[in-house]
């Protein structure tokens, strides 16, 4: 037997979730058994822990969107026990039981061996907000980042902070855009040259063009802000758009894509191929400053996350949430 977080479903629809022990028979169909050894909380996860948000489609159910551990148990010839492995995206944690747990059994095809210079708690400090961050980073470079400032909205958030660790690192100027002023010195050590209030980028315009500032953007947030944004790229420069914590409506026009050429890059971290998550996790091995990790991990175990999930839907959680499912 061993510990997972299970969320129940009661006759009226209300869900709850507690740790309770079960057992490998318990575990869902899959060609890898891992014994887990971290986890992370990201926004998704808030809503597998809470009621939901449709992603849960069955009850009981154990979340966690990623995961890092051992291989104890393959069946497929690509992991042998004692691998060490990472797992990101591929609806875990939502369709399938997740990362919530000290064991899981999955698909070998959702695997990727964890890169050398990485541990798994490092992993699980850049998890699937980290490489969803890596891979707006990757789309950026694909499409050239200009000169000047590259902004990052949302930038004291999980996908944020990687994403302005790794473009200071790799030489860039960052202008980082909070909606709490206390994160401003968290951003400056992480690499930020420039706070930008959200208030400052909140407030829609008429105007569809203003002056060109960005070279690029990382952009958590897409609603008006992104609108916004925008028509403050530079010519030809480009949007990496991840999230939508300040809606789904984008209230844009085209001009920006028609006068200036700005290129709008969406970015899914759940379907990508095998090969792009293993160029993605060598580059967060070689590119992202590890000493930066420590400043952006805030340590928890199974039984904070049901508070935990509250807390990342309301917008309370700075960095990188990484739980140790052992202790």
């Known amino acids: 037997m061993f510990n997972a977080l299970v969320v129940e479903k009661d006759d009226e629809g209300k869900t709850s979730a507690a740790v309770r022990e079960i057992g490998l028979d318990d575990?869902?169909?899959?060609?890898?058994?891992?014994?887990?050894e971290y986890s992370t909380v990201n926004y998704k996860d808030g809503l597998c822990i809470g009621p939901g948000g449709g992603l849960v489609r069955n009850y009981p159910h154990v979340p966690g969107i990623d995961f890092a551990g051992t291989v104890e148990a393959s069946d497929d010839p690509r992991y042998k026990a004692g691998d060490?492995?990472?797992l990101t995206g591929w609806r875990v944690g939502e369709a399938h039981w997740g990362?919530?747990?000290q064991k899981a059994r999955v698909k070998a095809d959702w695997l990727v061996p964890l890169p050398e210079g990485l541990?798994?708690?490092q992993a699980m400090?850049?998890?699937t907000a980290g490489f969803t961050a890596m891979l707006a980073v990757m789309a950026l470079e694909d499409h050239g980042i200009k000169d000047g400032p590259v902004l990052v909205t949302g930038a004291a958030g999980g996908v944020g902070s990687v994403a302005t660790a790794i473009l200071a690192n790799l030489g860039h100027q960052v202008?980082?855009?909070?909606g709490r002023p206390e994160t401003a010195d968290y951003l400056k050590d992480l690499g930020a040259t420039q706070i930008v209030a959200r208030a400052e980028l909140n407030e829609t315009t008429k105007r569809p063009l203003e002056a060109e500032t960005w070279g690029g953007c990382v952009d958590a947030v897409g609603g008006e802000m992104l609108a916004r944004v925008l028509g403050q790229m530079q010519y030809g420069a480009s949007v990496a758009a991840v999230g939508l914590a300040?809606?789904?409506a984008l209230p844009a026009t085209v001009i920006p894509f028609l006068l200036r050429g700005v290129n709008l890059l969406g970015i899914d971290s759940v379907m990508q191929p095998y090969e792009t998550r293993v160029r993605a996790w060598q580059r967060i091995a070689r590119d992202l400053p590890m000493a930066?990790?420590?400043?952006?991990?805030?340590?928890?175990?199974l039984s904070d996350l049901p508070g935990l999930g509250r807390d990342i839907l309301k917008g309370q959680i700075k960095g990188r949430v990484v739980v140790d499912v052992n202790a």
């Open 84 to 86: 060490k492995v990472v």
């Open 99 to 101: 990362g919530y747990s």
């Open 292 to 301: 930066k990790l420590d400043a952006m991990v805030q340590p928890a175990v």
């Open 27 to 36: 575990l869902p169909e899959g060609d890898v058994t891992v014994a887990v």
């Open 125 to 127: 400090a850049v998890g």
């Open 119 to 121: 541990d798994a708690r």
């Open 175 to 178: 202008a980082g855009v909070t």
């Open 246 to 248: 300040g809606g789904a």
